[in-house]
């Protein structure tokens, strides 16, 4: 086993494949907030819970901490492009996509995999990150394929045959 202090954990830690999803949600003056996140996971069926976590660092840490609800938008393939918009720091993130306001006037976008639209009911610091659990109070599923996030790279679903 290697000491859990080496760079080489993110590298380990990347071998956990996962979705991209962009979180959501307005700040205290009703602006459009964002940021891609791979940290989102489902948490329990009943009652519907999720949860993702947030770099203490982050610009975005005041107002998803102010904000009462926030949507996880999980990216079909084709929207790549958005997650690297939604992880970098350009000004204007939301005038790419198709958004509308959902529970709490958190940004959904058209075009998504799936989407839950959540209350937040808990927020703990977690070392050098914050965890958000949301009730999740209305989802949709599109049934497009996912994009994929592995090893710190972007890929496709690949199924086996
Ligand atoms: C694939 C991928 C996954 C990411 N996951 C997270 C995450 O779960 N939590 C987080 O705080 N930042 C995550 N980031 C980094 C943020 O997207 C990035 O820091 C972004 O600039 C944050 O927006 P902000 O500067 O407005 O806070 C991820 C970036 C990428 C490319």
């Known amino acids: 086993m290697s000491d859990p202090s080496l760079p080489t954990l993110r590298s380990a830690l990347g071998r956990f494949t996962t979705g991209i999803t962009l979180i959501t949600c307005i700040d205290a003056q009703g602006q459009r907030v964002g940021l891609t996140a791979n940290s989102?996971?489902?948490?329990?069926?009943?009652?519907?819970?999720?949860?993702?976590?947030?770099?203490?660092?982050?610009?975005?840490?005041?107002?998803?901490?102010?904000?009462?609800?926030?949507?996880?938008?999980?990216?079909?393939?084709a929207q790549i492009e958005l997650s690297?918009?939604?992880?970098?720091?350009?000004?204007?993130?939301?005038?790419?996509?198709?958004?509308n306001p959902g529970h709490g006037s958190a940004p959904v976008l058209t075009g998504a995999a799936a989407v839950f639209e959540c209350e937040r009911v808990s927020q703990q610091e977690a070392g050098d990150h914050v965890l958000f659990i949301g009730r999740v109070l209305r989802f949709s599923d599109a049934a497009l394929p996912p994009l994929v996030f592995h090893a710190g790279r972007y890929h496709l679903l690949g199924e086996i045959l």
């Open 40 to 77: 989102f996971n489902a948490l329990s069926l009943d009652p519907p819970l999720v949860l993702w976590s947030l770099r203490q660092a982050s610009p975005s840490l005041a107002a998803f901490a102010a904000a009462s609800h926030f949507a996880v938008n999980v990216l079909s393939e």
């Open 84 to 99: 690297r918009r939604f992880a970098s720091s350009v000004p204007d993130k939301f005038s790419a996509g198709a958004w």
